[in-house]
């Protein structure tokens, strides 16, 4: 059920535009409180009467706040709830993790098509904290080369000690004898051999943030073997995305997120051309048709693989803003948040690593 199933709440459509959301709203503020540019259209308060007893939990209000930023429609949808718990409990009942949010006594839904204003939206409302910091601990191989598609069936054979299907795939794999994850700070040690290759366990603090920039030099723009940024195709597949838009970056997220679907194979990485035409796959196949669209409009475009908390195993990217490496997730079609947290990075394609365990990563 969403809150749009009750009734309680009026919709609006919204465009495919995309516009920069700086957003502070709390339950019953004035519209002075607005920030500077806002346009409020109107407040609904609905009688909260109608959605408590469909839902059989006391709410002490409901309202409905539609918005104009720089043309474009945008709403907020709050219920406070008599309790704390029942906020929570009003929140899994709703379901829609990534767009309703409980927050002390209050629910909050954004009602957005544009996932990369969502994304914008959830931070500056403070609904999810824009940094966080996780301990991350697991095993793994370093890797110089592996056939793309047996990546994550030889992850669960390693994760499941299952060694028939590890040797069956082990000649699809080039291992390395070292491991080197993106914080330089990392307790990487020499494991006990388990399937006749180096391993190691790893022991890593993360901090996340939120749209935050990572240090770093200037990445390249030039096609590898898997991103062909110089196939004319995807050229003019990209400078068509662009267009005249200004935010290239977000232009081509947005082209990305809309015309692929996700689904298929778990774990696939298909290559960016067969993705490109059957339009279905999974995170590494959003980010390398991204990464290559992206440099093929010369903008330095990286690699990212890590974890998503909840979740599981993710890949993402990273793009050079001139003064550091913005994180982007293709698949969501949105600038990173705090929920994913970045392990080790590719400047070209090739997988640095092997999982050989569950990944255990907790929030410090």
């Known amino acids: 059920m969403t809150l749009a199933a009750t009734g309680a709440f009026l919709r609006i459509s919204t465009t495919g535009a995309v516009l920069r959301l700086l957003l502070c709203l709390l339950l019953a503020l004035p519209a002075a409180a607005w920030p500077q540019g806002w346009k409020e259209l109107r407040t609904v308060e609905a009688d909260p ?9 006391p709410l002490q209000s409901v309202q409905n706040a539609f918005l104009e930023v720089e043309g474009q429609p945008l709403q907020v949808n709050t219920i406070l709830c008599a309790s ?19 927050r002390d006594s209050t629910v909050t839904e954004l009602v957005c098509q544009d996932a990369y204003l969502l994304q914008q939206a959830i931070y500056a409302l403070e609904l999810k904290a824009r940094k ?12 110089q080369e592996c056939a793309p598609m047996a990546w994550n069936r030889m992850f669960n054979a390693c994760r499941t000690s299952d060694r028939k299907t590890v040797d069956e795939l082990s000649s699809a794999f080039k291992f390395s004898r070292q491991l080197v994850l993106r914080n330089p700070k ?6 006990e051999p388990r399937f006749g290759f180096p391993e190691f366990t790893v022991a890593v603090n993360v901090d996340s943030e939120a749209f935050g920039l990572t240090p770093g030099t200037a990445g390249k723009t030039g096609a590898t073997p ?16 662009v267009g005249s838009q200004k935010d290239k970056v977000r232009a081509l997220l947005s082209h990305v997120h809309q015309n692929m679907r996700y689904g298929g194979v778990s774990g696939s990485r298909w290559g960016v051309k067969k993705f490109l035409q059957q339009k279905t796959g999974q995170c590494w196949d959003y980010s390398d048709l991204f990464i290559t669209l992206c440099r093929s409009q010369g903008i330095p475009a990286r690699q990212v693989m890590g974890w998503m908390v909840p979740g599981g195993g993710h890949v993402w990217a990273e793009v050079w803003t001139g003064s550091g490496w913005l994180g982007v ?36």
Do not use: N
């Open 49 to 57: 009467k109608v959605l408590s007893a469909k839902l059989g939990l």
């Open 84 to 102: 704390s718990q029942d906020a929570v409990k009003l929140h899994s009942r709703l379901g829609q993790p990534q767009r309703i949010f409980a």
């Open 186 to 191: 990392a307790e990487v040690e020499p494991a």
């Open 329 to 364: 997730d293709p698949t969501a079609g949105a600038l990173a948040g705090s929920d994913l947290v970045p392990l080790f990075t590719s400047e070209d394609g090739r997988v640095p690593v092997l999982y050989t365990s569950s990944v255990s990563v907790v929030k410090r």
């Open 132 to 143: 966080q910091s996780y301990r991350v601990t697991f095993r793994a191989a370093g890797l």
């Open 226 to 241: 898997f991103w062909p940024a110089d196939d004319a195709e995807l050229k003019t597949l990209a400078g068509e995305a």
